[in-house]
């Protein structure tokens, strides 16, 4: 069992950045891909990026391309959210979650959810 717990979240205005931290508790974080979400007020929670266990690989969003950069420290059982150039629209609660591949069905599955970090970028 894996515990996540995100932080680096703020009030910043729009054009800012941020970087949200992920730490992860117990041995086997090298040996899970990483994936963060966030949920808007009022809205569902969306994806925003994945990270292959390694780092060698990341996924994003059409949306925050170009902006945000995950990265990870196995080292240090941390995942990171780097995120440039912040728009009001990025406002919400992101989250880091486990991510295991399912072949059998080509998807990811998300799990060990942390307690979120609030992220308001103001106009």
């Known amino acids: 069992q894996v515990q996540l717990v995100e932080s680096g979240g703020g009030l910043v205005q729009a054009g800012d950045s941020l970087r949200l931290s992920c730490a992860a508790s117990?041995?086997?974080?090298?040996?899970?891909?990483m994936g963060w979400f966030r949920q808007a007020p009022g809205k569902e929670r969306v994806f925003v990026a994945r990270i292959s266990s390694s780092g060698g690989s990341t996924y994003y969003v059409d949306s925050v391309k170009g902006r945000f950069t995950i990265s990870r420290e196995n080292a240090k059982n941390t995942v990171y959210l780097q995120m440039n150039s912040l728009k009001p629209e990025d406002t919400a609660v992101y989250y880091c979650?486990?991510?295991?591949?399912?072949?059998?069905?080509?998807?990811?599955?998300?799990?060990?959810w942390g307690q979120g970090t609030q992220v308001t970028v103001s106009s």
């Open positions: 979650a486990t991510a295991t591949y399912y072949g059998s069905s080509s998807r990811f599955n998300y799990a060990n």
């Open positions: 117990g041995r086997t974080f090298s040996s899970y891909a």
